[in-house]
């Protein structure tokens, strides 16, 4: 029999709160990793869906497990393949017996995946398949007929209405995989921060940022800005940022903001030429040109980082998405190295230490502080709506399944 918790809407039902197990589960998971020539970067989201993995295994569930990797747009691309992932899970999970299977989803799939006996079928990349995006019905309903139960561990594709996140959990019943649990509940306390609460937002995508920013501005005591959101707002202040990454689409938004003294712009920054040939520190001042026409900014300097330690150090929350320079380059990277590790050192005990965010993972695995961090979220876009106040499809219906799915 199900739990209680599915009279309160607002709590996921989650894949702890099954009984009777023993039935073959789809599981959507979150395999989308960092891929570095050929070979798998950062094995965090693999890592993070383990224990909902062990946690069937050990209720003798038979699982067959779903992913996306990149953006193939329907089509069969080999790089895209999620076959070397696959290796990676066999390694980690040694005692399971497994199998990878490639062939594209119709009835013939859904019967052979019925007749097998291992303990965890591991599907080709979903998105090879064209309905995917589309939330078709036809895809989902092949996929719900694999299994018995839906489990959803894929809290990054959440934002997206998706047959593997909304169309499939509409036909089972359907839970919250053990992080996905967690990554809701920690990132709902950010929206309700312990004060003094301090934002660092970085990155390259700067369109995404502004209504998280414009959030964050309501409810966080000091929100510090990097990377190409920062140098956004400086050429908003007029200042000449050369080839510099920033958005001239967004700078009506930026100029409005500019009078909020909740917000932080760096105090100086480190320039380099197009060929990264140089690097200088540069003075936020009076003189309005930081850079020349073939130079760029690509890290916050030593000035903007001590004043951003002085508000992380003052923070009972501190929430963080983007890193602060290229962290691609390690000369580049120092700003946001010193911010990680200084945001670790405060977590876990002092403050709620929350991250989230692909390049944010990458600089935390740089800085080696991320088992100091309260929360990392495996999320990019997913975490950036949901920290904007939106409902994400993949979440609701999994609120809507908790609520009518049947016990078994």
């Not at 309905?131 to 139960?149: I, Q, W, Y």
């Not at 990277?333 to 230490?353: P, Y």
């Amino acid at each position: 029999m199900l739990s209680d918790a599915r009279t309160k809407p607002s709590k996921l039902q989650s894949v702890r709160e099954m009984k009777n197990f023993g039935k073959r589960v789809i599981l959507r998971v979150d395999f989308n990793v960092a891929f570095v020539k050929g070979k798998v970067e950062d094995e965090y989201k693999i890592d993070m869906a383990l224990p909902t993995i062990q946690l069937l295994l050990k209720n003798k569930c038979q699982i067959v497990l779903l992913s996306h990797f990149g953006r193939p747009e329907g089509r069969r691309v080999k790089a895209m393949s999620l076959m070397p992932v696959y290796k990676i899970l066999r390694a980690k999970l040694s005692d399971a017996t497994m199998r990878f299977i490639g062939d594209k989803i119709d009835a013939r799939l859904v019967a052979k995946v019925k007749n097998l006996k291992e303990q965890i079928v591991f599907l080709e990349n979903i998105r090879f398949d064209k309905r995917e995006d589309k939330n078709d019905k036809s895809l989902a309903r092949l996929l719900a007929a694999m299994g018995e139960v839906y489990v959803n561990e894929a809290f990054a594709a959440c934002h997206r209405a998706n047959a593997s996140t909304v169309g499939i959990a509409k036909l089972l019943p359907s839970f919250a995989g053990l992080h996905l649990d967690k990554e809701v509940n920690y990132l709902s306390r950010a929206l309700k921060p312990k004060k003094p609460a301090m934002a660092l937002i970085g990155g390259a995508k700067v369109s995404t940022k502004f209504k998280v920013l414009k959030n964050f501005l309501k409810i966080y005591d000091k929100v510090m800005l990097g990377g190409g959101l920062a140098t956004t707002f400086l050429a908003a202040k007029g200042y000449a940022v050369g080839d510099s990454l920033f958005e001239k689409s967004e700078l009506g938004r930026a100029r409005r903001m500019l009078s909020n003294k909740r917000l932080l712009l760096p105090l100086d920054v480190v320039i380099s030429d197009g060929a990264q040939t140089m690097a200088k520190v540069m003075l936020v001042g009076r003189d309005k040109k930081l850079c020349e026409k073939n130079e760029k900014i690509l890290d916050i300097g030593p000035l903007t980082v001590r004043r951003y330690a002085e508000q992380i150090r003052k923070a009972q929350t501190i929430i963080w998405a983007g890193p602060v320079g290229l962290i691609e380059c390690p000369r580049f990277r120092h700003g946001t190295i010193a911010l990680a590790r200084l945001i670790g050192a405060r977590a876990s005990g002092k403050a709620i230490g929350i991250a989230g965010g692909g390049e944010t993972l990458y600089a935390i695995h740089l800085s080696k502080m991320g088992r100091y961090y309260d929360f990392i979220s495996t999320g990019g876009g997913a975490m950036l709506e949901f920290l904007e106040g939106r409902k994400l499809p993949g979440i609701e219906v999994l609120k809507h399944r908790s609520k009518t799915a049947p016990t078994f």
